[in-house]
């Protein structure tokens, strides 16, 4: 099971090299994520509100393959590889076409609000192993 | 009494047209908003906990006269412009050398951390007046 | 003739004030710009090859009403507000729903490429034009 | 032979969880390279005219180990891990005082202007291994 999410290159995503700044596909692929987690039915807020639970990033890989350019509409497409009990790992890859340009597997870890780690509340892990199980 | 912070200029504050995008002259004035009130002795920190105070720009009127590149080494001079109870109003402009480049007046306004408008502690303004008549 | 752009307020527009960024809102409306002129069938990247011809942001007034937050799905509604031979007044406004967050007047110049003032063609003005006797 | 480079972190560089948002310590690491190349007397402007080689991240790996906030000032510690004809390694570490934050393995390329692999000019080579032997 896959997420797409297409995202534009706009100027403020360039730099003088007249590609995509390198820290951007970063923004890219997190606003793949966050789409990813709104389309599970996960409601970010209400996590930290009722269980005090919030995401982070703790690993990122990332290869970068060829450069995107301004006006490129480009496709994040997110994959989810592993749950655990406190992490999930993910593939993301950006895309122009079938043309991959950065690819990356990203940690994603459950902490609570006072930032230690925390187990994933039983319901979400289930609803994130469907994913898994579906692929 | 102006305020000066010296910004370099990096791969992520340029675009494809070679020049520093436009919207991170706004950060660079805010580095040096962040700088010359932390020169004042003001702890933004401490007047968020104890008066509940947090400043936030209300208008900008920014005109961009030449563009900044790539590796220049930039100077943000900041003026204190005028203080009233609830409103402050600073020029700000960022200069290669004596060149310069982008010029814009900021109204800050303080708030309650509600968001409704707050006066500024007695204190604070007195602070910032002093920094008006030693001009 | 308004165009109207929808923009998702993601992790990274927000700062640890748990809104928008006040720099962020220039990244929104340079996205609505771009889309806009490419929906008027103009090309920026043949207006430059062609034409050598380049647009800049000249002067910015903006107004900061409300903050938008984490998760909003904004619209920005641009509206060109005058031509001359060589510079576009755009109003331009970040609202969610029909509440108005952010207000804009932008001014745009264009540029040959060495960064001289030029006109602009006469076909692309008379499109322009055409925008403004629509409204 | 390390190169250290201070950095503020600025409200620009947080987001709504009250920490620098995970994209910008790849910004603070690009310009921790940057001061790194010109303190080797290296022109990257120069290097491109005459020699039509620019420098490419490739890769990075990342670890986020504890999160940066608000005016922390933190320091990228930059350390060129290993050489070769057209490609360069570097462990780039982002601290608060003796404190790991952020930990990167970045791998660059030369490239000609094209895209296309380049190898290092011979000098410059030189020069990054007698950056290696001095460590």
Same mark, same amino acid.
């Given at each position: 099971?896959?997420? &797409?999410?297409?995202?534009?290159?706009?100027?403020?995503?360039?730099?003088?090299?007249?590609?995509?700044?390198?820290?951007?596909?970063?923004?890219?692929?997190?606003?793949?994520?966050?789409?990813?987690?709104? !389309?599970?039915?996960?409601?970010?807020?209400?996590?930290?509100?009722?269980?005090?639970?919030?995401?982070?990033?703790?690993?990122?890989?990332?290869?970068?393959?060829?450069? !995107?350019?301004?006006?490129?509409? %480009?496709?994040?497409?997110?994959?989810?590889?592993? $749950?655990?009990?406190?992490?999930?790992?993910?593939?993301?890859? $950006?895309?122009?076409?079938?043309?991959?340009?950065?690819?990356? $597997?990203?940690?994603?870890?459950?902490? &609570?609000?006072?930032?230690?780690?925390?187990?994933?509340?039983?319901?979400?892990?289930?609803? %994130?192993? &469907?994913?898994? &199980?579906?692929?």
């Amino acid at each position: 099971m896959n997420h &797409s999410l297409p995202v534009r290159v706009y100027y403020e995503d360039t730099d003088l090299a007249g590609i995509v700044y390198y820290a951007n596909y970063l923004k890219f692929i997190e606003r793949a994520r966050t789409e990813w987690v709104r !389309g599970l039915g996960i409601d970010q807020t209400r996590l930290k509100a009722e269980d005090g639970i919030v995401f982070a990033v703790r690993r990122v890989e990332a290869d970068y393959l060829k450069p !995107g350019r301004f006006d490129d509409l %480009l496709t994040v497409v997110t994959t989810l590889d592993g $749950v655990t009990g406190a992490r999930l790992v993910l593939k993301q890859d $950006v895309q122009r076409g079938d043309e991959p340009l950065f690819r990356a $597997v990203v940690t994603i870890v459950a902490l &609570s609000e006072g930032g230690a780690p925390a187990r994933l509340p039983a319901e979400l892990r289930r609803q %994130l192993e &469907s994913q898994l &199980s579906e692929k």
